[in-house]
């Protein structure tokens, strides 16, 4: 993750702050209240005398320091990156919600209507092959942006789902096949051949997955 920097302007035991630094990201600790979170010393030290002088107590300066950061994510509630996360949250809800969808739009098509899979290496299976062509977890992104946000830092979601394995049926599949120049069949479960292409059983690749 990036460092990001912020300038912050408040008023603190009656003195001005002007263009307070902090900082996201970088060498400050992933752990506990302010995490990820860096402030200029000058400025802390600043406020720490101002508050001697007036009589604010620590609570004051550490309930001035929780705001500042507050204000600066305000979009999400939490940090810079759920603020920045909010849009790719939403594609990746999109996203799992379709392949949920293709999921069980597929688990309702019966062997007998669908009998096949082509995997997305266009390599023909029965739909029972034991590989599972085109069958993956599909991964949550996660209950809440903080939960997508902070687990997944840096990483790119993926639903983990084979979305260019398509199940056909026999026709689909005589209708595919004549697209095709080079015909192969998984060698595990061995698909018969719809109509003209009954009795290619030759080619037969040796790997199992496709
Ligand atoms: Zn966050
Ligand atoms: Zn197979």
Redo the contacts with the bound molecule.
Sequence with gaps: MSVMGYNVSFAFAGEDFEKVVLEYGGFAPSEGDGAYWMVELPAMLRMLQAAARTGATATDVRLMLLKMIAGISERSGCCPDCDESIDSYERALREYREAVEKQQHEASMTPESHPYVVSSSGKI??CT?Q?K?GQRTIEHPGATLQEFTHRSRGHFYDAGVDSSAKRLTANELAAWLTRREVVKR?K??E?ALPGAYASEASDVESTARG
């Design positions: 299976h029965t092959c590989s062509p998984c595990l479960c698909p």
